[in-house]
């Protein structure tokens, strides 16, 4: 594997990134990196978007004081994760569902559509308790599942579903609205961007959140972990915008 050195002051010698290859098909089957440039037959671009139900969740802090109450990872069956996201909205409940505007062919003709960002992952608020009567729902969600992680070794090990921190949840928010299409996901059981600086961003597009200084293509970024899901990172931000985190 290559390796990346240079003068930055955030930027340790060594550190090195994985090619942006997508995520491993036997590692997380269904989050890949989105297409970054618009093709010819599928037309993805680079656009963010969500509907006006689905910043419901961005809009507001969650106020809930229930202690057992989290933001949980959810996976659908493929190409329903929209629908099920839809379905909780409509039932009170407060979910992150990231999307991107891409082009369908349609009878000949392009149709544009919001497709999910993190392929077939979305999330939801509430206590475990909560969500299971949707997960487990097998009139009107049947495709719905919790995101697990294994805990435990050997055959002692079991899943759980993957809460995800507030703190985790507001970077991966802010990280992805961006529409330039040089994002670089990886999954969480690859090598990730761990041999950086800890920093916090503190003016751009990116302001507000913290990771680890990573090197890709020559440019200095700002790697974010979802632990247990994934790690993204952001495009180029300048040593101007970063403080060190002790």
């Known amino acids: 594997m290559d390796t990346h050195t240079t003068d930055d002051k955030f930027t340790p010698e060594g550190t090195s990134i994985p090619p942006r290859t997508g995520l491993a098909p036997d590692a997380l089957p269904e989050v890949q990196t989105p297409i970054p440039a618009e093709n010819s037959q599928t037309g993805v671009s680079t656009n963010y978007t969500q509907s006006a139900t689905k910043q419901k969740s961005s809009s507001k802090d969650s106020k809930d004081k229930n202690p057992k109450a989290h933001w949980y990872a959810l996976r659908a069956t493929y190409g329903q994760s929209g629908k099920a996201n839809d379905y909780l909205v409509s039932q009170g409940v407060e979910t992150y569902y990231p999307t991107i505007k891409a082009f369908v062919m349609v009878n000949n003709k392009r149709k544009e559509v919001d497709k999910s960002y993190l392929l077939n992952i979305f999330f939801a608020y509430g206590t475990e308790d909560q969500l299971k009567t949707y997960v487990y729902d097998n009139v009107h969600l049947p495709y719905l599942r919790f995101y697990c992680r294994r805990v435990g070794i050997g ?92």
């Not at 507030?166 to 670089?184: A, F, H, I, P």
């Not at 690859?190 to 950086?196: S, V």
């Open 155 to 246: 055959k002692d090990s079991k899943p759980l579903p993957l809460i995800v921190p507030k703190k985790q949840l507001d970077n991966l928010r802010t990280v992805l609205t961006d529409q330039s299409g040089e994002l670089v996901i990886v999954p969480d059981d690859e090598r990730k961007f761990d041999k950086g600086a800890k920093v916090r961003v503190i003016g751009g597009s990116f302001k507000g959140i913290e990771g680890k200084v990573a090197r890709y293509c020559g440019q200095q970024r700002v790697a974010i972990v979802v632990d247990g899901l994934l790690t993204i990172a952001t495009t180029y931000i300048p040593s101007a915008y970063l403080e060190r985190i002790d």
